[in-house]
């Protein structure tokens, strides 16, 4: 199913509590914000999670679904809060108390991208940051929910994968001297929105396809894990993400010539993290 701001790649039939999301892997860039932004193409790309929905798009083939975004991330991010609007870049809004999202530009409306790249000459008005929240944010959030409702409602719990990339010196600074760099980070805000198990499991998947997994640093997870993940209500939300480098050419921001064997790889890792909700749905879908 397509819609004006995401895709639903949806199974034939559900038969797992997992549902993976890509809020971040958009690339579909309106004609009037290009205008507005100072940026070229390429440079305004640096904030995509470039390729991820591709990554995971044969989840629905093991019984999930993926929910992947079309509208891109420096448009709008669906992984903040409706409520982090910048002062700085919308007209009319007060400045809130601190928040590190909105004071570095990456809030709901981002100003800026990598690098702190500003993304507008000056800034957009009130009206038009609603317009983008109603057209875009809430749909993609209204679906997300649908999805683990229908996971809930079916198994008794919902898994929630939300699936990111990184730039690969984004683990510079945690990368102690001798040790392998992270290819993937996996965040549940230090425990608080998944259980033990669950997250164990992902990171088991992960690193039976050969990948060396760090846990909640540098990313335990943004607006996607805190808001969804409630464990203590079986409803769990982790945040993985992937180095760019092991698929992507980060500057040209092209796959890498070995991008379908690691997408194979990604494939592998999709079907495992599946049948950890399908192990432990198992007995409730029966009954």
């Known amino acids: 199913m397509t819609m004006p701001g995401y895709d639903l790649y949806h199974p034939d039939a559900l038969t797992t509590s ?75 809004i007060r400045r809130p108390g601190h928040n590190p999202r909105i004071a570095s530009g990456l809030g709901v409306i981002p100003r800026v991208v990598s690098n702190g790249r500003a993304i507008y000459r000056g800034k957009i008005t009130l ?31 919902a898994i929630l994968i939300d699936c990111h990339s990184m730039p690969r010196e984004a683990v510079d600074c945690v990368v102690r001297t001798g040790s392998r760099r992270p290819d993937v980070v996996i965040g549940d805000r230090f425990g608080s929105s998944a259980s033990t198990c669950v997250i164990d499991g992902v990171e088991a998947a992960l690193r039976a396809a050969g990948l060396t997994v760090a846990r909640n640093t540098p990313f335990a997870g943004a607006f996607v894990t805190q808001y969804y993940g409630r464990p203590s209500r079986r409803q769990h939300a982790i945040q993985v993400e992937i180095d760019r480098s092991l698929y992507m050419d980060e500057q040209r921001i092209e796959p890498r010539p070995d991008f379908a064997a690691f997408k194979e790889l990604m494939t592998r890792v999709a079907a495992a993290i599946a049948e950890i909700g399908r192990a432990s749905a198992a007995p409730l879908a029966a009954e």
């Open 18 to 92: 997992v549902v993976f999301a890509s809020p971040h892997s958009g690339r579909d860039y309106p004609d009037d914000f290009l205008r507005a932004s100072v940026l070229d193409r390429r440079s305004i790309r640096s904030s995509e999670d470039a390729f991820v929905d591709i990554l995971f798009r044969a989840a629905r083939d093991f019984g999930a679904p993926l929910l992947a975004a079309r509208v891109p991330r420096a448009y709008v991010d669906l992984n903040r809060g409706p409520d982090e609007l910048d002062p700085a870049v919308i007209d009319g």
């Open 127 to 157: 009206a038009e940051a609603r317009g983008r929240l109603a057209s875009c944010w809430h749909p993609y959030h209204a679906a997300l929910q649908q999805q683990l409702d229908a996971a809930h409602a079916l198994f008794g719990e």
